[in-house]
């Protein structure tokens, strides 16, 4: 695939405004599927199962099925609905969305169309550098996700030179919400890190009404980013791309930026953009063409003539708004005040996305101090290095148990470093790594001692110098021994015994 052409980031917003818009789909975590009674795998009791064993006769397709609508689901998309502001619909109805693909077993999709259960929403999004935006909601809808294909045999994953492909269908009928934005116009040179605030303010959202894991990783929060260009001073919106299923917030603020840059160049040239979808490559930082992006009409929507329109009463809607959370925004301001975080700590935890794995961590037993520590520090350091979500390579409670074994003094921070790294690749739990790789703090004194004596019978001037007062002369001795324990000492204690020892 020939890289295309880009042009410089600042030069084409010299000549071009960016509008964007996003679409943000949620897999909401209820215990069964949209239309069916099928387990949810996006529910972290069914997160492991093998293929194709989440199923039911809804999710095949089969002749004579018929769905049923998940009462749970639309509680949930109301809740979602009400926490972007939006207006809910005294009447939604259910569509049939048209298209052939070979995880659509019924050769339609089940979605909303023009009577979406919620619309006319905004959602406060602040960013790294003190700007606030507010976007634009056009609707929020319900639909059902489609099964999964592995495509097997070719070097990229893709079906481009794949030999064969396999369906997993335990996917297909899983409740989603999906999120659409009116176009974003005005955010300039941010319109990028925008895209990347405004999906990790929506995964903040979701996770505090508790409808959603969110975990982008996983797939349970999926955005579409639409990019389009038009020349300074023009009215007429541009040509968009779509550029389809980011699973990073990392990624979606690059997809974007690149975006920009390869429609500028294109427009410099006079060239066109094609209205089309297109895919994120992750390894090289590009997107390359999927399919010419299909208008509504090419869908042929009419409404699903298997289900009755959702008709939520008044005092359901007044419900479910009374047990809202608290904004994030207002949130952001009181877990900062809670936690006793200076401005420029915070901003690390909020500017690295890691609020909601800092707040369950705490929630897990850390201390704030540790808990923003080792997210916005070590974790980030390797999630940087590897091009990664920090997010993707630990959760909160194994944060929180490996800042429990440093409290309790089984580990050191720098022993604590060697264990995330067995977390990050998958090696188990703190304390289970801690015992496969001997990695526990040696507690026992006499062992200590008896490094410590090694260390001064090698270094024998070392102990006159301390007993003259040059305690500083104790480093010597401090590192000796914390090298002979392979590390596994605590230095402070070291210290200590080093001192106890020139006194005797």
Same mark, same amino acid.
């Given at each position: ?21 996003? #679409? ?26 093998? =293929? ?16 049923? /609508? ?26 049939? %969305?048209?298209?052939?693909? =070979? ?8 979605? &909303?169309?023009? #009577? ?117 001073? &023009?009215?007429? @919106? ?5 550029? %389809?299923? /980011? ?13 920009? &840059? ?6 410099? %040239? ?35 003539? *298997? @289900?009755? =329109? ?26 900062? *005040? ?8 915070? %901003? ?5 996305? !890691? @609020? ?22 070590? !974790?980030?350091? /390797? ?44 090696e188990g739990s703190p304390q289970q790594i801690v015992d496969a790789r001997g990695l526990a703090v040696v507690s026992d004194d006499g062992a200590l001692i008896s490094a410590i004596d090694d260390a001064l019978a090698s270094q024998p001037d070392v102990l006159a110098k301390i007993r003259d007062g040059k305690v500083q002369a104790a480093g010597a001795v401090i590192g000796a021994v914390m090298k002979a324990m392979h590390g596994k000492a605590d230095a402070a204690r070291v210290r200590e015994l080093v001192l106890e020892r020139a006194q005797s």
């Amino acid at each position: 695939m020939a890289r295309a052409e880009l042009m410089d980031f600042d030069a084409a917003l010299e000549r071009f405004e960016p509008v964007i818009g996003l #679409e943000v789909h949620v897999e909401l975590n209820t215990k069964t599927k949209m239309f069916s009674a099928a387990p949810n795998p996006a529910n972290a009791e069914f997160h492991i199962a093998d =293929p194709n064993t989440l199923i039911t006769p809804v999710c095949l397709g089969l002749p004579g099925s018929l769905p049923v /609508v998940n009462g749970q689901a639309v509680r949930y998309s109301i809740s979602l609905g009400l926490a972007l502001g939006c207006e809910i619909a005294p009447s939604s109805r259910f569509a049939r %969305k048209n298209y052939f693909y =070979p995880d659509l077993a019924k050769n339609y999709q089940i979605s &909303q169309y023009d #009577e979406p259960i919620a619309f006319d929403g905004s959602v406060e999004v602040e960013l790294e550098n003190g700007r606030s935006f507010t976007v634009p909601i056009e609707r929020a809808h319900m639909e059902e996700d489609a099964g999964k294909l592995t495509h097997v045999g070719g070097s990229t994953g893709r079906i481009q030179g794949a030999e064969y492909s396999l369906v997993d269908y335990n996917r297909a009928g899983v409740p989603l919400v999906e999120i659409v934005t009116r176009p974003i116009i005005g955010a300039e040179a941010d319109a990028p890190a925008l895209a990347r605030a405004y999906v990790a303010t929506i995964r903040d959202i979701v996770r505090s009404l508790g409808i959603s894991e969110a975990r982008m990783e996983r797939g349970n929060l999926r955005c579409d980013a639409n990019v389009s260009l038009r020349p300074r001073g &023009q009215e007429k @919106l541009g040509t968009r791309t779509e550029t %389809k299923n /980011v699973n990073s917030m990392r990624s979606v603020e690059r997809a974007v930026r690149y975006e920009i &840059q390869r429609q500028a160049a294109i427009l410099a %040239k006079g060239g066109a953009i094609i209205q089309e979808t297109r895919h994120w490559h992750e390894d090289t930082g590009t997107t390359s063409a999927g399919r010419p992006k299909s208008d509504a009409d090419d869908y042929r929507y009419f409404p699903e003539p *298997d @289900l009755l =329109p959702v008709v939520p009463t008044r005092e359901l809607i007044e419900e479910l708004r009374a047990s809202l959370p608290e904004p994030p925004a207002a949130r952001r301001r009181r877990l900062k *005040d809670e936690w006793g975080f200076t401005d420029l700590e915070f %901003k690390d935890v909020v500017n690295g996305g !890691l @609020l909601a794995e800092v707040t369950e961590t705490i929630a897990a037993g850390a201390s704030p101090a540790a808990a923003r520590k080792w997210w916005t520090g070590e !974790l980030t350091r /390797v999630a940087n290095a590897e091009g990664r979500d920090a997010a993707e390579l630990a959760t909160p409670a194994q944060v929180a148990e490996l800042a429990a074994l440093i409290e309790s003094g089984v580990l050191t921070d720098r022993l604590a470093r060697q264990v995330l790294e067995g977390v990050a690749v998958g090696e188990g739990s703190p304390q289970q790594i801690v015992d496969a790789r001997g990695l526990a703090v040696v507690s026992d004194d006499g062992a200590l001692i008896s490094a410590i004596d090694d260390a001064l019978a090698s270094q024998p001037d070392v102990l006159a110098k301390i007993r003259d007062g040059k305690v500083q002369a104790a480093g010597a001795v401090i590192g000796a021994v914390m090298k002979a324990m392979h590390g596994k000492a605590d230095a402070a204690r070291v210290r200590e015994l080093v001192l106890e020892r020139a006194q005797s």
